[in-house]
C-alpha cells in the first residue's frame, strides 16, 4: 500500500470530551500510514508508535499478534494484488478509548480500483496506541469466501 495515496484530510470526530482525543487522532493517522507504508524500515517505525507489543488483530481471514504478523499481512497482500492504498471513507469516530474508522483499499496506479471496504473498531491504550483491531468487511473484495480462512 502506497503512503501517497492515503487519505485523511479531515480530524477524527470526538465525542467522549476526556481530552484524549488528541491522542487518538495521532493514533490513527499513524495507523493509516502504517497500511500505506511502503519500506521496512518505515513500517516498523509506524508499528513501535502506533501499536502496542501484543497488539490483536480479528479479521475475517484470521487473528494475528503483533506487529510483525501486521506488517507479514500487509505485505504478503500487495504481493499478491500489486500497488495497492488504504483511506478513510469518511472521518474516524473517537469516544473514550475505542474508534471506529471507515475505510477503503484502492489497488492500481493512479487513483485506483476500489477493491474492498470496511471498518475497524480500535481500542487505544491510555498512551494512544493501538491494543486491539476489530476488522468488518462492509463490502468484500470479488470471490471472497469468508468459509475459506476459518
Not at 61 to 83: K, P, Y
Not at 85 to 103: G, Y
Not at 106 to 112: Q, W
Amino acid at each position: 500500500m502506497t503512503e501517497t495515496t492515503a487519505h485523511a484530510e479531515q480530524p477524527a470526530e470526538t465525542s467522549s470530551g476526556t481530552g484524549t482525543g488528541s491522542r487518538s487522532e495521532t493514533a490513527l493517522e499513524r495507523y493509516l500510514r502504517f497500511w500505506n507504508a511502503v519500506t521496512e524500515p518505515e513500517q516498523r517505525r509506524l508499528a513501535a508508535s502506533t501499536f502496542t507489543d501484543g497488539v490483536e488483530y480479528r479479521a475475517e481471514i484470521g487473528i494475528l499478534s503483533g506487529a510483525q504478523a501486521l506488517m507479514d499481512f500487509r505485505n504478503q497482500f500487495v504481493g499478491h494484488v500489486g500497488t495497492a492504498s488504504l483511506r478513510h471513507r469518511e472521518r474516524p469516530q473517537i469516544h473514550h478509548d475505542r474508534a471506529r474508522v471507515k475505510w477503503e483499499i484502492l489497488v492500481g496506479d493512479g487513483e485506483g480500483t476500489s477493491f474492498a471496504a470496511g471498518t475497524d473498531v480500535i481500542v487505544l491504550d491510555d498512551d494512544g496506541r493501538i491494543s486491539s483491531v476489530t476488522a468488518f468487511l462492509d463490502r468484500a473484495p470479488e470471490g471472497f469466501d469468508p468459509a475459506a480462512h476459518h
